[in-house]
Every structure is written in C-alpha cells, then in structure tokens.
C-alpha cells in the first residue's frame, strides 16, 4: 500500500506563484512515475504534468513554459512549480502515481489540494 502526502495549496492572485509537493510512501519495489492532475467545478481530472523516475517529463499542452516538474533523486518526492498562473489554472490538484509491488503495477491518488487563482 502508498499514501501521497500532498501539500502546498492555497489562493494566490493571477500571475503569481505556487509550489506544490507531494511524497510517496509505504511499501512498494519502485516508482514507475509521478505526476500531478487538475480538477476543476463540474469538469474531468486532467493530465498536467508527469515524471518518470529517471526524469522523463510530460505537461499539458495549457501549462507548458509557465509549469515545472521535478523529483527527487529516489523519485519518491515531486515538485510542482507553478509560475504566472491564471484563473483557469483553479482546480483540485492531485497527485498521481504508478508504482510497482511485487510484480503488480498499481496507481494510487493523493486526497488532492485546491488551487484557487483570483483574477
């Protein structure tokens, strides 16, 4: 079993910043991949942004140039730096991961943390 562990939420104007992160833990073999998905009022959870263990990054096509992802060397920790943000960008955020357990892969989803951009 792994618990997500996010945090670093919040309200902030438009054009401002924002760093969220989110830790894995438990017992597991590996992490195949973080990543970090949006939901906003009335609409499906999409993709933001993902990254592999070994660095490999992914974002949406939204957010490209203005998001960053990074993880830590164990890939067991992820880094969401999210500069000039917009109102569009309001949403649950929650974070996402493939892990591998014994020779299962399993994804597991963290409780999510809102992100609320003013205009």
């Known amino acids: 079993q792994v618990q997500l562990a996010e945090s670093g939420g919040g309200l902030v104007q438009s054009g401002g910043s924002l760093t969220l992160s989110c830790v894995a833990s438990?017992?597991?073999?590996?992490?195949?991949?973080m990543g970090w998905f949006r939901q906003a009022p009335g609409k499906q959870r999409d993709l933001v942004a993902t990254?592999?263990?070994?660095?490999?990054?992914n974002y949406a096509a939204s957010v490209k140039g203005r998001f960053t992802i990074s993880n830590n060397y164990a890939g067991t920790t992820v880094w969401l730096k999210m500069n000039n943000l917009k109102p569009d960008d309001t949403g649950v955020y929650y974070c996402?991961?493939?892990?591998?357990?014994?020779?299962?892969?399993?994804?597991?989803w963290g409780q999510g943390t809102q992100v609320t951009v003013s205009s």
């Open positions: 996402n991961a493939l892990v591998v357990e014994r020779t299962y892969e399993n994804t597991y």
């Open positions: 438990g017992r597991f073999d590996s992490i195949i991949y």
């Open positions: 990254i592999t263990s070994g660095g490999s990054t």
